[in-house]
């Protein structure tokens, strides 16, 4: 079955700190990869897309993912954190092929808590 | 731009009653979806919609009913309510051909 891994459920860090939560996806074909990031409260957001091309992407807000297809993995990254990074962080996969409906499979996703 | 709007915002009710949620996109999406949000366990597809007139069953679809009453709206009807049906529900539309799904702001429902 398709799914999605996020290895990191609970992450505190200081500010400025370095950041990188993992993401591995399980899928033989092409996938369409996302992050999402919901803060205390509101819905979710994108972060950043990955569907072809430079499999370094940059997003918003400093953020930016690798993709490395022979490790099926997709992580996030940012060079130094800040206190308003507090938020929790998903991972999603969008299978690509004649049957697909855009039906995101989300990863279980991870608390990030960044101390002042 | 208003995006995907649900009501209500908060919802408690008791074990065996009924509701809905509503659902309406304004960016001419042709797809929706409706998730719920569990902690420890990401959120998980109730049901879809690829297209008006069509729904279809994701990965948690028993005790819930949906309609999609146009393009716009897509509700998500809770029969007889259980407390295992306690979560956050959101709804999302895109243009289902591997775009971003686009979140609205979501429901926090209680069953007690």
């Known amino acids: 079955a398709q799914s999605v891994s996020q290895h990191n459920h609970h992450v505190i860090l200081s500010e400025a700190a370095s950041l990188e939560l993992g993401c591995n996806y399980s899928?033989?074909?092409?996938?369409?990869l996302f992050w999402y990031v919901q803060y205390p409260g509101q819905h979710l957001q994108l972060l950043l897309k990955?569907?072809?091309?430079?499999?370094l992407v940059k997003g918003i807000k400093g953020f930016e993912a690798e993709f490395i297809k022979s490790k099926f993995s997709f992580n996030l990254r940012k060079p130094s954190v800040q206190w308003s990074d507090t938020a929790e962080y998903f991972c999603a996969a969008l299978p690509r092929g004649s049957s697909n409906t855009g039906k995101l499979i989300f990863g279980q996703g991870t608390t990030l808590q960044v101390k002042p | 731009n208003a995006g995907v709007t649900q009501t209500p915002k908060f919802q408690v009710l008791k074990t065996g009653q009924s509701m809905t949620l509503q659902c309406a996109q304004d960016m001419n999406h042709n797809s929706m979806y409706w998730y719920r949000q569990d902690p420890g366990m990401g959120l998980r597809l109730i049901y879809y919609s690829a297209s008006e007139g069509t729904t279809d069953k994701g990965e948690v679809p028993n005790g819930y009913n949906v309609s999609r009453l146009n393009k716009r709206e897509f509700s998500l009807r809770l029969e007889s309510a259980a407390p295992s049906q306690t979560s956050v529900y959101f709804c999302?539309?895109?243009?289902?051909?591997?775009?971003?799904?686009?979140f609205g702001q979501g429901t926090r429902l209680t069953v007690v």
């Open positions: 899928y033989g074909g092409t996938v369409n």
């Open positions: 999302a539309s895109g243009t289902g051909v591997g775009t971003e799904a686009f």
């Open positions: 990955y569907f072809s091309g430079d499999p």
